[in-house]
């Protein structure tokens, strides 16, 4: 299966910018990741205020929490930490 498009909201753009030079790689690798392969069985979900379904999910040391669009073949990164 083709990868899923891939989406960075403001959140996760904002914290991406604020990270050390050195950090930006590897937060990118791990969206990637994400994008890659959206589903993962036992990832911890719930529904947003929007309604839609958002997951959290830990890749290369960051917990990431996205949203699939399955119409559109897309995954929006919608924040990230460190994990």
Same mark, same amino acid.
């Given at each position: 299966?083709?990868?899923?498009?891939?989406?960075?909201?403001? &959140?996760?753009?904002?914290?991406? *910018? &604020?990270?050390?030079?050195? /950090?930006?790689?590897?937060?990118?690798?791990?969206?990637?990741?994400?994008? &890659?392969?959206?589903?993962?069985?036992?990832?911890?979900?719930?529904?947003?205020?929007?309604? +839609?379904?958002?997951?959290? +999910?830990?890749?290369?040391?960051?917990? *990431?929490?996205? +949203? *699939?669009?399955?119409? &559109?073949?897309?995954?929006? *990164?919608? /924040?990230?930490?460190?994990?």
């Amino acid at each position: 299966m083709s990868p899923f498009d891939l989406f960075v909201g403001n &959140e996760a753009s904002r914290k991406l *910018i &604020e990270l050390p030079a050195d /950090d930006q790689p590897h937060a990118l690798a791990a969206f990637q990741t994400v994008a &890659e392969h959206p589903f993962t069985t036992g990832l911890p979900r719930w529904v947003g205020p929007d309604g +839609r379904t958002r997951y959290l +999910r830990a890749v290369r040391g960051w917990l *990431i929490t996205f +949203r *699939i669009d399955h119409a &559109e073949r897309s995954v929006r *990164i919608l /924040d990230l930490d460190r994990s």
